[in-house]
């Protein structure tokens, strides 16, 4: 939808990339229940709020038809999100849903590789690689998330995990689809647990990303890539993480369920 003049949304002077923030609901909300929050949200924001970044919505599966059909009745400035597909296209994956499926529901970006998908859905590094393949081939955005346990931190190994899991979901990709991808650093060990990263470790994350990114590719798409901050994101933790180097924007969980709350971060 256009945008009042002055409020078009702005990439960050300092680096030239659009800011994102995205809400991951997880498995909450009911298609009622997520359409109250999408409206609440829409009537706590002010034109002036979208210019700084974009904002995405990724509710759960049986939502999404009814957040596009409400962002697009009412021209909300809000992209619509996925939490997950499959990579398959079709066929006998009882319970899946593909990235296609996605792609006609104007689903934008689609968050890849969550810990707790790897965690929890036994998700491999190469089934990673392939949803990242399976959402490209739609024209959709993935999220990549990234991130390392407690245990692998205080071992010492967080460069390894990182640069590992972004090296074995990227590196059959060619260099031009990779630019525009957004890859999430959320280090395991603060998600849900109320331990939020500090901005330094929120900043060296994104560095070691990029850095992975640029044996791979490049600076010029190491720079292109957009880094968010996820775990434990909060209206009073939100501003100085969006001010940490290399960070473009913030993948928040339980925050973004609340409308308020998530007005708030999104206008710190
Ligand atoms: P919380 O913000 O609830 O810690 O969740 C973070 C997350 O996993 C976002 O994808």
């Excluded at 680096?15 to 991951?24: E, H, K, P, Q, V």
């Excluded at 939490?83 to 792609?103: P, R």
């Excluded at 260099?175 to 395991?188: C, K």
């Excluded at 901005?199 to 957009?226: F, K």
Aim: hydrophobic residues 40%; glycine residues 8%.
């Amino acid at each position: 939808m256009a945008a009042k003049k002055g409020h078009e949304l702005r990439p960050n002077p300092r680096t030239g990339r659009y800011r994102l923030i995205s809400g991951n609901w997880k498995m909450n909300l009911n298609h009622l229940e997520a359409i109250q929050l999408v409206q609440k949200l829409y009537f706590e924001l002010r034109d002036v709020d979208y210019g700084f970044a974009e904002i995405s919505l990724h509710p759960p599966a049986t939502d999404l038809r009814s957040i596009q059909l409400l962002i697009e009745s009412d021209r909300m400035r809000f992209s619509l999100g996925a939490q997950n597909c499959y990579y398959e296209a079709s066929g006998a994956y009882t319970g899946e849903v593909s990235a296609s499926m996605l792609a006609k529901l104007n689903v934008r970006y689609v968050i890849v590789g969550h810990s707790e998908r790897r965690r929890i859905f036994g998700e491999t590094d190469e089934v990673v690689a392939k949803k990242l393949a399976a959402v490209f081939s739609e024209q959709m955005t993935p999220i990549l998330c990234v991130g390392e346990t407690l245990e692998q931190r205080e071992e010492g190994r967080t460069d390894d995990v990182l640069m590992g899991q972004v090296r074995a979901a990227v590196s059959e990709l060619p260099g031009d689809l990779v630019s525009t991808l957004v890859i999430a650093y959320e280090p395991i060990w603060a998600i849900g647990t109320g331990r939020v990263a500090t901005p330094d470790d929120a900043a060296s994350g994104a560095q070691l990303i990029r850095e992975e990114l640029t044996t791979l590719y490049g600076e010029g798409v190491a720079n292109a890539v957009r880094v968010q901050y996820g775990g434990s994101v909060t209206p009073i933790t939100a501003a100085e993480l969006l001010e940490a180097e290399g960070v473009d924007g913030l993948l928040v969980g339980g925050a973004s369920l609340d409308a308020d709350a998530f007005a708030r971060i999104i206008r710190a």
